[in-house]
């Protein structure tokens, strides 16, 4: 893991620098705006810790060019005055996360830590409806506490409702939706995995959480 610190407060530089290296990170220091743009450019960090108030450049000019060009990694500011203000123009400028000076280094490291989790393990929000979960990464279904095994299309349907709970769509729709493609196959594709996943998710739990609005097409109940 490699840290890049933009600091010009040398005591402060070298106090980070310390305390990372100790925890295992390879930390290189910049100590003006373009250098720090510079270094962040060319090297592959995995966060960024980007003092606000620097000589030649302050750091939210940075970050604005850092994102400007394309380079995601993680970048955490650290603000000295005023912090809601600071904190508001910081992520209006495309920062992570911000820690008001003075801080504890034990604070420094968690949120460290979080912001690398963050960007290895991109987690989409778990979808509920009604005791109904869905986890888009992981590709997991339950309802209440019992986990249901899904085909890839009845999950891509299943998904596809619980993202529109209460909302009705005819078969073209989700066809278009779920299908993804010019679907040419089967013309009652939709009406036989509506019924594959009430078998699935709806009769062995008493439910009818899967709707057929007649005339009109299919929708998940809200609850
Ligand atoms: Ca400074």
Not at 37 to 46: F, I, K
Not at 91 to 106: I, R
Not at 174 to 191: A, K, L, Q, R, T
Request: charged letters at 30%.
């Amino acid at each position: 893991m490699r840290i890049l610190v933009v600091e010009d407060e040398v005591r402060m530089a070298a106090l980070l620098k310390r305390g990372l290296e100790e925890d295992g990170y390879a930390v290189d220091v910049a100590t003006d705006g373009p250098e720090g743009l510079w270094y962040a450019t060319e090297n592959p960090y995995d966060t960024i810790l980007l003092d606000v108030m620097l000589p030649g450049m302050d750091g939210f000019e940075v970050c604005k060019r850092l994102r400007a060009e394309g380079c995601w990694m993680p970048i955490l500011m650290l603000t000295a005055v005023d912090p809601v203000q600071e904190r508001v123009r910081g992520l209006d400028v495309g920062a992570d996360d911000y820690l008001t000076k003075p801080f504890s280094f034990a604070e420094l490291e968690a949120r460290i830590r979080a912001l690398t989790r963050r960007v290895k393990v991109p987690r989409p929000t778990v979808l509920e409806v009604d005791d109904l979960r869905l986890d888009p990464s992981t590709h997991q279904v339950w309802r209440g506490d019992t986990e249901l095994d899904l085909s890839p299309k009845e999950f891509a349907l299943l998904e596809f409702l619980m993202r529109h709970p209460g909302q009705v769509f005819g078969r073209t729709q989700i066809i278009e939706h779920v299908w993804d493609f010019e679907y040419e196959g089967i013309s009652n594709v939709v009406e036989q995995y509506i019924s594959y996943l009430r078998r699935k998710l709806d009769q062995p739990f008493g439910k009818n959480s899967l709707e057929t609005v007649r005339g009109v097409g299919y929708r998940l109940r809200k609850g």
